[in-house]
């Protein structure tokens, strides 16, 4: 297998086509990591929650890290890495362009309201459900694909022809053959 970085431009058209992947964020040197559900456009993720955890963190510490992947196959696989910083987008005038666009680009995306807006049960409380929307603004982003190696990928071929021809009808007969002329 080989792994090889990819540039700046290949890691935005992925993200474009995500819609999960997990947030990191800390308090008090203390790290904390969630899936979310998020859609990417011009520099920024856009996301929802409700206030828990993460919102509190974030709020007291707007610097976040985002991984997201797509996985083909364990030998074909791709992510990519965020370094970030929180932006909310609270329910004012001054942000009701930012909050709708937000929405229309969440929209996308059938259960794009979950886990953020899923009945939270904390202590035996049910957590209130407050809407918060939120960008996540990239600062840096790194990218990874992984895919078999040419030469790894053709001697897997032959290993694969070599297995199927032992296991085919006239592979299993020519083994019992030469095992009962051994005999």
Known sequence: MQIRQ???EKCLE????????RIACAEAAQPYI????????DSYLYSFST????IRWM?????VCVEADETVSPEDRASVVISGRYEE??????FRRERDLAYALLQ???????????K????????????????????EITGHHAAPDPAQEVSHKISTLEQARKYSLKGILAGLRSELVVK
């Open 51 to 54: 206030v828990g955890q993460k």
């Open 59 to 63: 709020r007291a510490n707007p610097l």
């Open 6 to 8: 990819i540039g700046r």
């Open 108 to 118: 996308r995306n059938d259960i794009w309201w979950e886990p953020g807006y899923s």
């Open 120 to 139: 939270t049960i904390v202590q035996g409380n049910e957590r209130p459900l407050v809407p918060v929307y939120f960008r996540i603004r990239i600062v």
């Open 14 to 21: 992925l993200l474009a086509e995500l819609r999960l992947g």
């Open 34 to 41: 969630v899936p979310f559900y998020f859609a990417y456009q």
């Open 89 to 94: 987008l609270p329910d004012i005038p001054d």
